[in-house]
């Protein structure tokens, strides 16, 4: 039998002390180990985008990683999204467009998305759909996603908006001083 390894895991911001072997996957380990099992497994072959998570702000398929791999690197999976009842824009479109039924590639979905949008805050449909090409639904369809992409790009420009409009009081109060 293989020799189990100790490795640290930093995931949404918490550091999780894990024992495994060195080849067990990263989405193993997270949903196993560390008992976050949001992140689904489908294909488990890099094909699907169920098990995307993002790493070091890049969306990675974590069915091709080795959980050793992924010491020392900052991992976000879907569980961080949402503050408390407040949903991620992006959760929030999803529901608003009908993005999801069953719900079981909305992960991966949602962590292949989120990274494309900091990158793109203005996105075309056909960049978006460029986007979701390497993620599979099989009953929602692609339509209601793209418009949900759409809508959390609107969604955040108003959140970017609005900080900006809010800024400029205080700023004008502290050129004043
Ligand atoms: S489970 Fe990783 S891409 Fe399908």
Known sequence: MTEKIDIELHINGRSHAVR??????????????????????GCEHGVCGACTVIIDDDAVRSCLMFAVQAQGKRIRTVES??????????QAAFIAHHALQCGFCTPG????????????????????????SGNLCRCTGYQNIVRSVLRAAELRATAEQATAEQATPQQAEQVGR
């Not at 495994?20 to 497994?41: F, Q, S």
């Open 109 to 132: 979905f949602l962590m292949t998305l989120i990274p494309f949008l900091e990158e793109n805050p203005d996105p075309s449909e056909d960049e978006i759909r460029h986007a979701l």
């Open 20 to 41: 495994v072997e060195p080849r067990k996957t990263l989405v193993d380990a997270i949903r196993d180990e560390c008992g976050l099992t949001g992140t689904h497994i």
């Open 81 to 90: 999204l949402a503050d408390g009842e407040k949903l991620h824009p992006m």
